[in-house]
Nanobody
Framework: QVQLVESGGGLVQAGGSLTVSCAAS????????MGWFRQAPGKEREFVAV????????YYADSVKGRFTISRGNAKNTVYLQMHSLRPEDTAVYYC????????????????????WGQGTQVTVSS
């Protein structure tokens, strides 16, 4: 059974940095893409960033562009999200998500594009 496990969340002051990680277990083949979404209390889950693992294409939400960097790890099916210049509005549960295979147009910002999800890790930014 495939599992995505996030780690690295925590509490940080505004302006600080944090890196969250995601590793998949139980999957033989490399995912087509792995990404991050986040959900704050009372809000819908929103796209943060995604990377295609073979061609290393990256896409970001406008709200994090220039502050967050997504990258793949050396281990298969591992991704990192480096977050800098964090703001209180970045506070949310961050979820790792993955797309097993490409299928037509890649609607990377849509949660339903992603088949596998982690349990989430809390990121809290204090003002």
């Amino acid at each position: 059974q495939v599992q995505l496990v996030e780690s690295g969340g925590g509490l940080v002051q505004a302006g600080g940095s944090l890196t969250v990680s995601c590793a998949a277990s139980g999957r033989t083949f490399t995912y087509y893409a792995m990404g991050w979404f986040r959900q704050a209390p009372g809000k819908e889950r929103e796209f943060v960033a995604v990377i295609t693992l073979s061609y290393v294409n990256t896409y970001y939400a406008d709200s994090v562009k220039g502050r967050f960097t997504i990258s793949r790890g050396n281990a298969k099916n591992t991704v990192y999200l480096q977050m800098h210049s964090l703001r209180p509005e970045d506070t949310a549960v961050y979820y790792c998500a993955a797309v097993p295979f490409p299928s037509g147009t890649f609607y990377y910002a849509r949660p339903r594009t992603y088949n596998d999800w982690g349990q989430g890790t809390q990121v809290t930014v204090s003002s």
